[in-house]
């Protein structure tokens, strides 16, 4: 099992950035899928991007493409989103989760995923 830390939450006006980072610890990433999801209040859970290890296909939700950048550094073990442009309806709190198994694409449905951090909490404010 693999143990996921988030980090880099805060609160932002409008327009402004954050990066977010995922830290994965207890094996090496070397294979699988990671993504980011976000939850705000009295909503599920929603995809938001994610990235194949291996391969670096990258897939994004139509909310964020464009504003939202993945990336990952398998050298340290990590993920990063950087968000940019950011709006109040990007508030929520954003959560790392992981998979070792492969698929053909970068799959968005959460139950795909095994391994989940405990989240960071975003808010974008008027």
């Known amino acids: 099992q693999v143990q996921l830390v988030e980090s880099g939450g805060g609160l932002v006006q409008v327009g402004e950035s954050l990066r977010l980072s995922c830290v994965a610890s207890g094996r090496t990433v070397n294979s699988g899928v990671m993504s980011w999801f976000r939850q705000a209040p009295g909503k599920e859970r929603e995809f938001v991007a994610g990235i194949k290890w291996i391969s670096g296909n990258l897939r994004y939700s139509d909310s964020v493409r464009g504003r939202f950048t993945i990336s990952r550094d398998a050298t340290n073990n990590n993920m990063s989103l950087a968000m940019n442009s950011l709006k109040p309806e990007d508030t929520a709190v954003y959560y790392c989760?992981?998979?070792?198994?492969?698929?053909?694409?970068?799959?968005?449905?959460?139950?795909?995923?095994?391994?989940w951090g405990l989240g960071t909490q975003v808010t974008v404010a008027f």
């Open positions: 989760a992981y998979r070792t198994a492969g698929s053909v694409a970068v799959p968005s449905a959460t139950t795909f995923y095994t391994d």
